[in-house]
């Protein structure tokens, strides 16, 4: 492998790469960490990165798939370095891509798991109970405050079907009450308008008339963060809360994004057109849409076998 190309010279190229994931690309903040994780490590390995052959990748891949990793993390890490050879190409910073002829390993295709709806309404009924229950108890009001976010964020995790990362981002002004819309920034910085329902709707004037009784009504975030002034919640602090109401209802196993997974299902078993939950979900390419309706018919095919009579 060639030497070319030292510590500055690579802290220079991530440097560039990483301006071109926000200003041209227009990638999320955790969608950019992850391409430019993906780059150090191969630069880590193949320290002369901008004379990188085929031989350097096919070696790291083979590193990789002797240490374990996965298809997924192959493909993933292989799509990161083709997007940072195609960058430096772009500026005149290297006359080929190393990746050119290299194919991604193939995934398996696999559905996403996703909540019956009792389930869903196990796991928000039991934030919705604390808040009353709270209330009732005339308990101090942040801890009241706490936990109407806690099932406001709930809500709108399965009622609109966001992403964590776009959850936790909502502001203030991204929320009209009486047209029940929430404007969503997606990935890639792309907005769409999300309607909610009425139980959702009511956790939101809830929680919102507790953060003006607080004095926090002129926060720009929907969801502040009590330690960070001028930040939104982080997405680990929305993970403890979905884990913490799942435990308490039962349900194992809850991710934030499962959510997403169920708003999406339940809308295709509800028999919503396909294009609708794709612009709802945000997807730029209708063909992640369509692994719900596989779901679906999936879905279908195991409630047939288990109640037709004739098995």
Not at 8 to 35: I, M, P, S, W
Request: proline letters at 4%.
């Amino acid at each position: 492998m060639s030497d070319v190309g030292g510590k500055g010279d690579a802290a220079a190229a991530l440097r560039g790469f990483k301006a071109y994931l926000v200003a041209e690309c227009g990638l999320a903040e955790n969608t950019v960490a992850a391409y430019l994780r993906d780059v150090r490590d191969f630069m880590a390995f193949s320290a002369g990165f901008r004379d990188a052959e085929l031989a350097d990748v096919v070696a790291y891949v083979r590193k990789l798939s002797v240490a374990g990793a996965a298809a997924t993390s192959l493909s993933r890490r292989l799509s990161s370095l083709r997007v940072f050879y195609r960058y430096l190409r772009d500026e005149d910073k290297a006359t080929a891509s190393p990746l050119e002829f290299v194919e991604s390993p193939k995934t398996p295709s696999r559905l996403p798991d996703y909540l019956h709806v009792d389930e869903v309404e196990a796991i928000i009924g039991a934030a919705a109970r604390t808040v009353d229950g709270l209330a009732a108890a005339g308990t101090p009001a942040e801890r009241q405050l706490n936990a109407a976010r806690d099932a406001t964020m709930l809500g709108l995790a399965y009622g609109c079907g966001l992403r964590a990362s776009e959850l936790v981002g909502l502001k203030r002004a991204d929320v009209d009450l009486s047209l029940a819309l929430v404007r969503v920034r997606g990935k890639g910085g792309k907005e769409r308008l999300v309607p909610f329902g009425l139980v959702a709707k009511d956790y939101l004037e809830k929680y919102l008339g507790l953060l003006k009784a607080a004095g926090q009504s002129d926060e720009l975030f929907l969801f502040p963060s009590s330690r960070r002034r001028g930040r939104p919640v982080s997405r680990q602090l929305l993970w403890k809360i979905v884990k913490k109401y799942a435990a308490r209802a039962g349900v194992p196993g809850v991710k934030p994004h499962l959510f997403r997974h169920t708003f999406a299902t339940h809308l295709i078993q509800a028999g919503a057109d396909i294009r609708t939950v794709q612009e709802l979900l945000g997807h730029a390419n209708i063909t992640t849409t369509q692994i719900y309706a596989h779901l679906d018919t999936k879905s279908l095919k195991e409630f047939h076998k288990r109640y037709h009579p004739r098995k």
